[in-house]
């Protein structure tokens, strides 16, 4: 959305015709200007899905002169990116694990660095015997389904439920596990573990872990876009990792995992709170940054993997 009175930043430049390899350079452009991060990638993804294209296909198509209409609906999606609107919401689809997964206002992107906890995931699945095993998995607070899915790609005799407050979230899993015709996946609207019961053997969750006053703080990509609910771990975002300590140890099988996602000088905090309920915490695995960001805790006297 523009904001109220803002002058269009995308005329038509005056007296040439404009390709398309020229509108994508001229809305690179502008996002370098702006300070955009990836502006050559941003305007690559944005052109050509405002042109119904993929990435051969805007390859192709580079001296082509664009319509009017066809440079309307390029500025359109350019300006929504100037108000830092991420590019997976603007297009509605971000990709996870190598998976295409839909996005909207519900759900969380998923960010590259949650993959660190896939992994984590499936190094303890290997740990303890083959991917082929059978495997009943929860994943809460489960967004968009990314984690959830990712794994249930990799573990094919793995059946999965994942769990959200937010009934538009869920929706969001659902269709995107039809996409992926992941049969094999089921969802509950419930707060974390709450309406879950039985013995898993893999329990993942990304949960909120920002403290309620840093989401002001937040880059505006993060803090104007993505839902609080999903952000918003409490006065110092642990309150999440409390709500797991009390209530998962029980539904953890004999020889079960919980794998977490951590926020920033977190660890120390949440292996405190895992090891007062009763589970034995091994050391975190950092991720491509070389910061901690996945936890796994087991059942005290089960086997543990220590993290890298």
Not at 24 to 49: C, S
Not at 152 to 164: H, K, R, S, V
Not at 259 to 284: I, K, N, R
Request: a neutral charge.
């Amino acid at each position: 959305m523009m904001r109220a009175g803002a002058m269009p930043a995308f005329d038509r430049p005056a007296a040439k015709a404009l390709t398309v390899s020229a509108g994508r350079r001229l809305v690179a452009e502008k996002f370098r200007a702006a300070g955009i991060e990836t502006p050559e990638l941003d305007a690559r993804v944005l052109v050509a899905h405002a042109l119904s294209f993929d990435h051969a296909g805007l390859a192709a198509a580079g001296t082509r002169i664009l319509d009017a209409g066809e440079w309307n609906a390029i500025a359109a999606l350019a300006e929504r990116r100037l108000m830092h609107e991420p590019v997976a919401r603007i297009v509605g689809v971000k990709e996870f694990w190598s998976l295409g997964l839909r996005v909207d206002a519900a759900t969380l992107v998923p960010r590259p660095e949650t993959e660190t906890l896939v992994e984590t995931a499936l190094a303890e699945i290997d740990s303890v015997g083959a991917r082929t095993q059978p495997l009943r998995i929860a994943d809460l607070g489960t967004g968009s389904g990314a984690i959830l899915l990712a794994l249930l790609t990799e573990l094919p005799n793995a059946f999965g439920i994942g769990t959200d407050i937010s009934f538009g979230a869920l929706r969001v899993a659902q269709d995107n596990a039809r996409h992926l015709q992941l049969a094999r996946a089921a969802f509950v609207a419930c707060d974390l573990g709450g309406a879950l019961g039985g013995s898993f053997d893999l329990i993942v969750a990304n949960p909120p872990y920002i403290a309620s006053s840093q989401i002001a703080t937040l880059p505006p990509d993060v803090r104007d876009y993505d839902p609080h609910t999903a952000l918003d771990g409490g006065l110092d975002g642990l309150d999440a990792y409390r709500a797991i300590a009390a209530t998962i140890p029980s539904l953890l099988g004999p020889s079960g995992a919980l794998v977490v996602e951590l926020g920033a000088d977190q660890a120390a905090a949440v292996t405190a709170l895992f090891s007062q309920a009763g589970l034995a915490p091994a050391l975190p695995r950092t991720d491509l940054r070389g910061a901690p960001r996945a936890l796994v805790a087991r059942k005290c006297g089960t086997k543990a993997r220590a993290g890298s």
